[in-house]
């Protein structure tokens, strides 16, 4: 397996600008997270899903952030419109059983720069 | 409040050396125990993860231990490498959660030859 892919690896936008992230998870695992790192806050939770539903998003940090699921191979992190502090890195996880003995695996990464 | 906390947030030691990096937690009821490392500029990787039922974890030079009862778990790296140097991250799956991983800042470590 590949492992979990994300894209795009660099995103470079302009304050206001919508911004897309999007991200594969290994096929099999159910489970599917979005998370953000910062230096100031380290990695936060933003939103997790199970076989393709949300289940909590308390950790998207308001209403222009969201995120979708269409089907088991495919999520959406969408930022609109986007502001400067957004910049961060955002990564995206997936895992057949979080609880189990094989844990998360974790993307490359999308390292935001919203200028 | 769930909580996961590393000291030191950053560690040199000179090449050769044995080292243990350290990691709190808030709450005795978790479901697993993951350590992580991360390169600058990049992502995660698993270096190792404890299940709630086991005492410790090894992968070559790296051993990790998890006492509940204290709330802690350490990373044990044996004869360190400059090639470890890198950003070691803990995280925890508590118990009562549906799974989300609750991550420390990360103990920033840097072994020099």
């Known amino acids: 397996d590949a492992g979990v892919i994300q894209s795009p690896r660099h995103e470079v936008t302009e304050m206001g600008q919508e911004v897309t992230l999007r991200c594969k998870p290994i096929?099999?695992?159910?489970?599917l997270f979005w998370y953000r790192q910062t230096m100031m806050r380290g990695l936060e939770l933003l939103i997790y899903?199970?076989?393709?539903?949300?289940?909590?998003d308390s950790g998207m940090p308001e209403d222009r952030f969201s995120a979708k699921m269409p089907n088991a191979s495919f999520s959406t992190l969408k930022i609109q419109p986007s502001e400067p502090r957004d910049s961060a890195v955002y990564f995206c996880a997936s895992s057949q059983a979080p609880t189990g003995p094989n844990g998360y695996t974790f993307g490359s990464g999308t390292r935001l720069t919203v200028v | 409040k769930q909580e996961v906390t590393q000291i030191p947030a950053a560690l040199s030691v000179p090449e050769g050396e044995n080292l243990v990096l350290n990691c709190s937690f808030t709450d005795s009821a978790i479901y697993n125990l993951q350590w992580f490392r991360q390169d600058p500029g990049k992502g995660l990787t698993s270096l190792l993860l404890i299940q709630s039922s086991q005492r410790e974890q090894t992968s070559g030079r790296l051993n990790a231990s998890l006492d509940k009862s204290s709330g802690r778990s350490t990373l044990y790296i044996a004869a360190s490498q400059p090639g470890d140097s890198a950003t070691y991250l803990c995280?925890?799956?508590?118990?009562?959660?549906?799974?989300?991983?609750?991550f420390g800042k990360g103990t920033k470590l840097s072994v020099k030859p």
């Open positions: 096929s099999g695992h159910d489970y």
């Open positions: 899903f199970n076989n393709n539903v949300p289940i909590d």
């Open positions: 995280a925890v799956v508590y118990g009562g959660s549906q799974g989300n991983l609750i």
